[in-house]
């Protein structure tokens, strides 16, 4: 169960003994960390200006133990273009048993946006709204509680506290861009607020002792709701039949002075594409072992320079990744202004291996369809290009690229026992394959299905599907 934060009116208490209970739900939450009960609550704080945010923020730490209370305050990020809103604060997502009070955060960011037009545009506005409402669930559905607070003041006592405000700190009349002074500002920011302030907590920051004890108190209760995580399937994805491309893969074999001739060609045309576009672009492989993914990125970095592209090769998540959001540690690899960014192996390892190996529950796997969905989206809104590549070969051949990785010295690294291992569950990867091929080909992200057990004819596909996409992201 989630503890309704915004209902139910709170009587003040004797602060001694408000403190003891705040400390020990800390620590109870901070123990919970790896258990079956283990989350960690994000505390989003927003409001008028002088409605008191920050004294009941330091209030707050006074009562806790600070050493496990982190804040973060921040002045509003303007959007950037091919950054999600959500990237900025991808370092202040807490870890499980973590406590973070985000004091500016992706509503401020919004309202600073929209609040400056002098006829906001609601439409865009509650867009916004919608694409935080799903990436706050997705953060509910990882274990992380978000606690949404909305500091309120009347606009005659936001007035008086102007006057009483010290010649040294006049900032305050304009600050984040906005005049306190100018009623339509005023009214302006109400009016935005108004979209979501019913998903809050809302305080009524003109009662300094009440303001703080509503603070503290609701987020106490919150505290103190350690359920056990739900297992529960929300939705059943049927199994889709295995894609005939990954059953009977293609034999033909490229002759060696075409694949040269279209090579040189296709690996310039790529960089120089990869160079124009104004987007951030993002290349996802996956596919099945020794199916030739790391010889195909070295052919499309060929012609750029190491400065331009990032690789991320993705192994199994370290324990202090494992005690935060499944995507987080994808959210932190994302490209900067105008980067290219190629994974080797990608977020989809939760829908194949960790599905196939049973590292995640049925819950989470098939859960994660739709929230990969979700996240792509929002890469490609913020102005992403997500290029997606599977590469398929067959058993026969897999075995004769393990074989030679084994005869070969500087290879033997690349092959384990445990990659022999997964050769018995080929049938359960090609199942788990087939879904996820089904599940998250969008039109704005397709897949790029490379099967052939020739890795020239591979290399010359990948370069080919990654101008197409690129094409078709600047049609789009």
Request: with cysteine; net charge negative; glycine share 4%.
């Amino acid at each position: 169960m989630v503890l309704d934060i915004k209902t139910s009116e709170i009587q003040l208490r004797d602060e001694d003994q408000l403190s003891l209970d705040l400390i020990e739900a800390q620590y109870a939450l901070k123990h919970s960390r790896d258990g079956k009960c283990g989350k960690s609550v994000l505390i989003l704080v927003n409001g008028v200006e002088l409605a008191g945010k920050g004294e009941a923020v330091k209030q707050l730490r006074e009562w806790m133990d600070p050493r496990y209370l982190i804040v973060k305050a921040n002045t509003p990020y303007a959007p950037e273009y091919g950054q999600p809103f959500w990237k900025p604060y991808c370092d202040a997502i807490p870890a499980e048993g973590q406590i973070v009070i985000l004091f500016g955060n992706w509503y401020g960011d919004a309202v600073f946006e929209f609040v400056h037009q002098k006829h906001p545009d609601v439409v865009e506005f509650a867009k916004r709204l919608e694409q935080i409402r799903s990436f706050e669930q997705y953060l509910q559905h990882n274990q992380v509680d978000v606690l949404r607070f909305w500091f309120d003041l009347d606009w005659a006592s936001l007035q008086e506290r102007l006057d009483d405000v010290p010649p040294s700190q006049k900032k305050w009349h304009r600050l984040h861009g906005l005049d306190w002074r100018n009623k339509q500002h005023y009214d302006r920011l109400q009016s935005l607020s108004a979209l979501f302030k019913h998903e809050c907590c809302v305080i009524d920051g003109s009662d300094p002792e009440y303001r703080d004890q509503h603070f503290a108190q609701k987020i106490l209760q919150h505290l103190q709701d350690l359920p056990e995580r739900c297992h529960g399937v929300k939705q059943t994805w049927l199994s889709q039949a295995i894609r005939p491309e990954l059953l009977e893969v293609p034999q033909h074999q490229l002759d060696d002075s075409v694949y040269k001739k279209k090579l040189k060609k296709l690996s310039r045309k790529v960089a120089d594409a990869l160079r124009d576009t104004p987007k951030n672009v993002i290349i996802a492989f996956e596919g099945m072992d020794a199916a030739g993914k790391g010889g195909a990125i070295k052919r499309i970095v060929k012609h750029l320079d190491p400065r331009e592209y990032s690789v991320h090769s993705i192994a199994a998540p370290e324990k202090y990744e494992l005690r935060r959001p499944y995507l987080w540690r994808f959210w932190k690899k994302l490209p900067e202004k105008q980067g290219i960014c190629i994974f080797d192996r990608t977020w989809y390892g939760r829908v194949l291996v960790e599905r196939v190996e049973g590292f995640a529950s049925e819950n989470e796997w098939q859960r994660a369809y739709d929230e990969i969905n979700q996240f792509e989206s929002q890469l490609i809104e913020s102005g992403c290009v997500v290029i997606k590549l599977w590469l398929a070969i067959s058993l026969d051949e897999q075995a004769e690229r393990f074989k030679a990785r084994e005869e070969t010295p500087h290879k033997r690294f690349k092959i384990t026992e445990e990659d022999w291992r997964n050769r018995e569950k080929w049938d359960d990867y090609l199942v788990a394959a087939s879904d996820m091929l089904h599940y998250t080909h969008t039109a704005q992200a397709p897949w790029y299905i490379v099967a052939t057990d020739d890795k020239h004819q591979a290399r010359i596909e990948v370069l080919e599907a990654i101008l197409k996409q690129l094409e078709a992201s600047e049609e789009s």
